[in-house]
């Protein structure tokens, strides 16, 4: 055992040595400015200058849904969401709009089955209440701006339903190709 910790440590030696002397030998390498996209020292956000973005100040019901990113991902939020946040567990503006009983007297996307289902006990949550889990609006939907892309993306979406460009089927599919391992073989 002490000569494998013994081979070991030289072998750590012999790795910092060669790094050493070849870092010394290419000034080449990639500073923290060369890498991501701020294009600052991480170090030091002196230099750092953030974009202004413009976001769409159209009111709800006004404004044009945007397709989703993928199937059942999170749809972009396409309206002014001037004074409905912050969102907190007790107040949640979004959900007068977008609960399934409002929505479609109000032309809004209702909130899909699986916000009301608790991922974390693997069951309904509380009666017409949106899971614990899913409140905050805001953690997987963004408002949309102005932005323009930072890289490149070629990335088409495919969806395997039209309807879902603008729905979300996810409580349908969720468990498909998932083995149950609680069922026994007879």
């Known amino acids: 055992m002490k000569m494998r910790v013994g081979m070991l440590a ?28 701020r294009k600052a020292p991480l170090e030091d956000e002196r230099d750092l200058r953030l974009h202004s973005y413009e976001y769409h100040k159209l009111p709800p019901g006004e404004s044009k849904r945007f397709e989703r990113a993928y199937e059942n991902a999170p749809p972009m939020i396409p309206h002014d969401v001037t004074g409905l946040l912050p969102i907190t567990k007790d107040n949640n503006q979004c959900l007068g709009c977008h609960m399934p009983d409002v929505a479609s007297t109000v ?80």
């Not at 910092?16 to 890498?35: P, R």
């Not at 991922?119 to 997987?140: L, M, V, W, Y």
Request: net charge positive; charged share 25%.
């Open 10 to 37: 030289v072998l750590v030696l012999v790795g910092l040595l060669y790094a050493v002397k070849h870092h010394s030998k290419h000034e080449s390498l990639v500073s923290d400015t060369q890498i991501g996209l």
């Open 107 to 186: 032309g809004a996307t209702p909130v899909p089955k699986s916000h009301f289902f608790d991922f974390r006990h693997n069951r309904p949550a509380k009666e017409g209440s949106i899971s614990d889990a899913r409140f905050n609006c805001t953690q997987c939907h963004a408002p949309q701006a102005n932005a323009k892309p930072l890289v490149k993306n070629n990335f088409k979406p495919v969806f395997s339903n039209k309807a879902l460009e603008f729905r979300s089927d996810f409580m349908d599919v969720v468990d498909v190709g998932v083995k149950d391992l609680t069922k026994t073989k007879e």
